[in-house]
């Protein structure tokens, strides 16, 4: 009998995990830190992405920031729309609505390019530097994301204009008036806050974000929030503290640099690309961590109605 090898065999394994059983009714796949041409891992990435996507049946991708490296995008015709998005993401699971916020090396030139692509593209959707909007779980239930641009909380970014653009114009103040407002009248039994930076983090080159950390946070405890998913460290991470938010970093969208362990890790990874993949009932969320080679590196289930972590 002849055997497969082991790189066919892999995308099987992932569908024996991933498969019908755990079908949901609501799936997403997302990602940060991506746009490199194809380049440092992000074609194998997409690769993988797309096999994923369709084997959860995702119905749309979180695109977490950085989206084109180094320096973002000029104009609405930018070469890189194509090398590294249009020509990379081709997997027809991926031809789904991609929901993107903008990272900080996006900011570098222009972010209204982003928007504006919006109007050009029938899957990329940036309608603004911050949106939300509501899906169907169930007869019963929903689940409404909130996408925010993190960038401008930075105190750092908005020292230096001369290399963050515009960054500085925008107020994080009027940003977090309009999330707290969106929480208080949402209904939604499903909330899902993501952007760029990451409250938590024990990557090696960034670390917490202590802005979000003393800014943002407090408003997603306080609206019973359930996950909050960033990019921004060049790695895989889950991450819990006292609270009940669950914090997922999907930064390995590319290039990769290796992570570490901090007082709220459950779970980190850095040596190869990957994604989260989630899936949603009205009870309950099922998110794995999937590495570039189809492996199911880490895998949680959170309820809906979340408790908060127990002190260790």
């Given at each position: 009998?002849?055997?497969?090898?082991?790189?066919?065999?892999?995308?099987?394994?992932?569908?024996?995990?991933?498969?019908?059983?755990?079908?949901?009714?609501?799936?997403?796949?997302?990602?940060?830190?991506?746009g490199r041409d194809g380049k440092n891992g992000q074609r194998e990435n997409a690769v993988q992405l797309g096999q994923t996507a369709d084997t959860i049946h995702s119905q749309l991708v979180?695109?977490?920031?950085?989206?084109?490296?180094?320096?973002?995008?000029?104009?609405?015709?930018?070469?890189?729309?194509?090398?590294?998005?249009?020509?990379?993401?081709?997997?027809?699971?991926?031809?789904?609505?991609?929901?993107?916020?903008?990272?900080?090396?996006?900011?570098?030139?222009?972010?209204?390019?982003?928007?504006?692509?919006?109007?050009?593209?029938?899957?990329?959707?940036?309608?603004?530097?911050?949106?939300?909007?509501?899906?169907?779980?169930?007869?019963?239930?929903?689940?409404?994301?909130?996408?925010?641009?993190?960038?401008?909380?930075?105190?750092?970014?908005?020292?230096?204009?001369?290399?963050?653009?515009?960054?500085?114009?925008?107020?994080?103040?009027?940003?977090?008036?309009?999330?707290?407002?969106?929480?208080?009248?949402?209904?939604?039994?499903?909330?899902?806050?993501?952007?760029?930076?990451?409250?938590?983090?024990?990557?090696?080159?960034?670390?917490?974000?202590?802005?979000?950390?003393?800014?943002?946070?407090?408003?997603?405890?306080?609206?019973?929030?359930?996950?909050?998913?960033?990019?921004?460290?060049?790695?895989?991470?889950?991450?819990?503290?006292?609270?009940?938010?669950?914090?997922?970093?999907?930064?390995?969208?590319?290039?990769?640099?290796?992570?570490?362990?901090?007082?709220?890790?459950?779970?980190?990874?850095?040596?190869?690309?990957?994604?989260?993949?989630?899936?949603?009932?009205?009870?309950?969320?099922?998110?794995?961590?999937?590495?570039?080679?189809?492996?199911?590196?880490?895998?949680?289930?959170?309820?809906?109605?979340?408790?908060?972590?127990?002190?260790?």
């Open positions: 009998m002849r055997l497969l090898p082991m790189k066919r065999l892999l995308p099987l394994f992932a569908f024996i995990l991933l498969g019908p059983s755990l079908r949901a009714d609501l799936a997403f796949v997302a990602l940060g830190d991506w979180l695109a977490l920031g950085d989206n084109f490296y180094d320096d973002g995008v000029k104009t609405v015709t930018d070469s890189q729309w194509h090398t590294s998005f249009e020509d990379i993401y081709t997997a027809r699971s991926l031809q789904t609505p991609w929901y993107v916020v903008p990272g900080n090396h996006d900011y570098h030139t222009s972010v209204q390019a982003q928007i504006d692509y919006s109007k050009t593209s029938a899957r990329w959707h940036m309608p603004a530097r911050y949106y939300t909007w509501t899906e169907k779980v169930d007869d019963h239930a929903t689940a409404q994301f909130f996408a925010i641009d993190t960038s401008p909380f930075v105190a750092a970014y908005r020292a230096t204009p001369e290399k963050y653009g515009d960054v500085a114009t925008q107020n994080p103040d009027e940003q977090l008036a309009w999330l707290e407002k969106q929480l208080t009248a949402s209904t939604a039994q499903w909330k899902i806050v993501f952007g760029h930076h990451p409250v938590y983090s024990a990557g090696t080159k960034h670390g917490n974000t202590k802005e979000l950390v003393v800014r943002l946070k407090p408003l997603l405890e306080k609206y019973g929030v359930q996950l909050y998913i960033s990019g921004h460290e060049h790695d895989l991470q889950y991450l819990r503290d006292e609270g009940s938010v669950h914090y997922f970093v999907s930064g390995a969208g590319s290039e990769v640099r290796g992570t570490g362990k901090g007082p709220q890790t459950v779970f980190s990874f850095g040596d190869t690309s990957g994604f989260l993949a989630a899936q949603l009932t009205a009870d309950s969320a099922h998110l794995q961590f999937v590495d570039t080679h189809g492996k199911i590196l880490y895998h949680t289930d959170v309820p809906c109605r979340t408790s908060a972590a127990p002190h260790s």
